[in-house]
């Protein structure tokens, strides 16, 4: 292998976000009760999202104006400045809650740094806020480079390994979704190691893939015994 780079996914791989995320929507359902039932109410913000990914990418300022249009059309003329004030401290909340870095990251990340691996962090979404939170988990020292894409699609892999001077099929990828850390990575020949999380953003969900190149860990833990396995593939 040309260089030794592991890619690291961030939200709900390196640290908790999906869960703050639920606990935000579940805030907004109370503020919108009494304009109509809860599974509307959800059903309409979903779509809102799905809406907006597309325009205004991925994070909590899509989050914020996915809700007011979501209070929009659910409101009508009664959407007011209460609903829109509200709206805006669920998201500010959102975006100020403390960083809870995922149990066992650290010991996996001192053990691959120990191994001579280049770390490197692969995640999506807006540039500060991704940034934001890498500096607020502490976990800095440990990595090499940090990349935050627009998307995690197989063009967006295949720019990233080119500007860090590697091949594609170079690329390690360690997350949580199939979606974005899986699928896109081995449809360019790279080799993807999928560690659960017990929360997974609707959006992300999709079937996983039957190829030699993916790995199923139990947890971040089992990252380094993979290793071997990964250097036979590549041989």
Request: glycine content about 6%; hydrophobic content about 40%; charged content about 30%.
């Amino acid at each position: 292998m040309s260089n030794r780079y592991i890619f690291f996914d961030a939200d709900d791989t390196l640290w908790e976000n999906e869960m703050f995320f639920r606990k935000a929507e579940d805030r907004f359902v109370d503020l919108m009760s009494g304009f109509a039932p809860e599974n509307e109410i959800r059903e309409a913000l979903a779509r809102a999202q799905e809406d907006n990914i597309p325009v205004f990418g991925y994070g909590s300022k899509t989050y914020l104006i996915g809700m007011a249009d979501c209070a929009s059309g659910i409101c009508g003329e009664k959407f007011d400045n209460i609903i829109y004030k509200g709206i805006c401290g669920i998201i500010r909340d959102l975006v100020q809650h403390e960083l809870h870095v995922i149990d066992g990251v650290r010991e996996t990340l001192e053990q691959l740094q120990s191994r001579n691996w280049r770390l490197a962090v692969a995640t999506k979404g807006d540039l500060r806020e991704q940034t934001g939170k890498f500096r607020a988990s502490g976990l800095e020292r440990y990595f090499h480079h940090i990349e935050v894409m627009e998307n995690k699609d197989e063009r967006n892999y295949t720019e990233m390994a080119r500007k860090l001077d590697i091949k594609p099929e170079d690329i390690i990828m360690i997350g949580n979704s199939v979606k974005s850390d899986i699928v896109p990575v081995i449809n360019i020949g790279g080799v993807a190691i999928h560690v659960p999380h017990e929360i997974v953003w609707e959006h992300e969900k999709m079937d996983m893939p039957v190829s030699e190149k993916v790995f199923e860990a139990e947890n971040i833990r089992e990252i380094p015994k993979f290793l071997n396995e990964i250097r036979d593939l590549a041989q």
